[in-house]
């Protein structure tokens, strides 16, 4: 790498490098600004791709160059050592700009992690474009905001959303969430927070799930969108997090009763009173949630609520994957024509209706129209109907009881519907659309979904993925007295 000449004076070099710049700028730019008002013969001559080349052999060579970063790091008693052209740099940065106003020599103090990348980060400020491997998210986004380089700031926040789903020998969502709390990135923070939710069973048995801190493990159980297959599945995730993690006393205290123990059948709450070393360890503190979920099971939902109040998150179901609460639906060719299904849930998680089914007619449509968009005869042209195209359809379904019972007295249900994609060789949940009672369907199932095309992101293998779960919710029909 060739080293600065102390010949020259600062301002001559700094002009020499700026000049040999501009001049390869305004020349792509003059042949950019052809006009063609029209004439066929005009053509834009661009090599824009030649003048990147230029820059990075400038920064590779260090022709020309003006001004030096010396880029101490903990891991190595030697620095890097950088020959750049001070405004390519502060073209790109603030922090650069003013580092090089005064003097051409810098030294910077690096984290191993980023110093590591450095070279990288210097060739995006040359050329505008960087490849980044997932490990490498987080100490790129810190050069990025350390130096205040927005858009390679942004490039990469997008790339962490666009890669959540990357398959990584230790994961690497959770630290993703964590970083993005460190650095108040709410966008970057709610997309890690929804992927997880929506994809839990495949975090609890990753190894990332012991690095979940106690606020990210928190928020999880409050939610009720988690996608598992039952929750003593989450429990058990629960109850090894809290081995390995040994937390205060007040945290495990929390954690416990975040578990939605009416959700569990009464032999698996005996058995887990009988086997678990950290149900035994916290009884007391949960204690009272262990019997009023066996009252639950026991007695009948009309009772039951008439003295408690069944309006909360304790005794509202999760998105459970098991059989017993939805079915999977896997539909060949989607853009084909109409197809139907039929499938029963268990009428509700109290045991006192275990024994009962729900059945439930599922229809797909790929290409329903609104009634705005449905042919209609036309004044203009006697018996005319208006030309409908295909792709003015949007896929519809719709999901409906197939039955009537006096069970369903104090009982709605909650529908949700989970679309798997392939990402990354992984099939995971993209979507979740959720409907009530009340409606027979979603009103935007797929609205964006483009499934004439076989490479569709929501097709795997010229298939939907579907899984169809119906969510039992008890209400409080009388009110509970203080």
């Not at 959720?434 to 298939?463: G, P, W």
Request: aromatic share 10%; charged share 20%.
């Amino acid at each position: 790498m060739a080293r600065l000449t102390g010949t020259r004076p600062a301002a001559t070099r700094r002009w020499g490098s700026a000049a040999a710049f501009l001049l390869l700028l305004f020349t792509v730019q003059a042949a950019q600004k052809a006009d063609f008002s029209g004439d066929s013969t005009a053509a834009t001559i661009n090599h824009s791709l030649t003048l990147l080349q230029r820059l990075q052999e400038l920064l590779q060579n260090g022709n020309g160059s003006d001004s030096v970063l010396r880029v101490r790091s903990a891991a190595s008693d030697e620095p890097k050592v950088f020959h750049t052209h001070q405004l390519l740099l502060s073209l790109q940065s603030e922090v650069f700009e003013s580092l090089l106003r005064n003097q051409s020599v810098v030294t910077l103090y690096e984290p191993p992690e980023t110093a590591a990348l450095f070279e990288k980060f210097i060739r995006y400020l040359y050329c505008g474009g960087v490849s980044i491997l997932l490990h490498q998210a987080i100490p790129m986004h810190q050069l990025a905001s350390k130096y205040r380089v927005w858009g390679l700031q942004r490039g990469v926040a997008e790339y962490m959303r666009t890669h959540l789903a990357s398959e990584s020998s230790q994961g690497h969502v959770v630290g993703w969430y964590h970083y993005a709390v460190r650095v108040g990135d709410a966008a970057l923070q709610e997309s890690c927070l929804q992927f997880l939710a929506w994809n839990l069973s495949a975090v609890l048995g990753s190894a990332e799930w012991g690095s979940v801190s106690v606020e990210l493990l928190l928020l999880l159980l409050e939610r009720s969108d988690l996608v598992l297959h039952s929750e003593l599945e989450l429990y058990t995730a629960v109850e090894g997090w809290l081995s390995r993690r040994q937390p205060e006393a007040p945290v495990a205290e929390r954690v416990l009763r975040a578990i939605r123990y009416p959700m569990i059948a009464p032999s698996q709450l005996f058995r887990l009173q009988a086997q678990s070393a950290v149900l035994a360890r916290h009884r007391a503190a949960v204690q009272d949630l262990l019997f009023q979920a066996f009252q639950f099971h026991a007695a009948s939902p009309l009772h039951f609520a008439k003295y408690f109040d069944v309006n909360c998150s304790m005794f509202l179901p999760r998105n459970y994957l098991a059989p017993s609460w939805g079915s999977q639906w896997v539909i060949t060719n989607p853009a084909r024509d109409d197809r139907s299904t039929s499938f029963q849930t268990q009428l509700g998680p109290s045991s006192h209706d275990a024994g009962k089914r729900v059945t439930w007619n599922a229809l797909f449509s790929p290409r329903w129209l609104p009634v705005s968009l449905r042919p209609v005869y036309s004044d203009s042209a006697a018996g005319a109907i208006q030309p409908v195209r295909i792709e003015d359809g949007r896929p519809r379904l719709v999901i409906t009881p197939a039955m009537s019972s006096p069970d369903f007295a104090g009982v709605s249900f909650q529908k949700t519907v989970l679309v798997g994609v392939r990402q990354q060789g992984r099939v995971l949940v993209k979507h979740a659309y959720s409907f009530h009672q009340s409606s027979d369907e979603a009103a935007d199932f797929l609205v964006h979904a483009d499934l004439q095309k076989r490479t569709s992101e929501y097709l795997i293998d010229n298939s939907l993925h579907l899984h169809i779960i119906i969510k039992p919710v008890y209400h409080s029909l009388i009110k509970v007295k203080k």
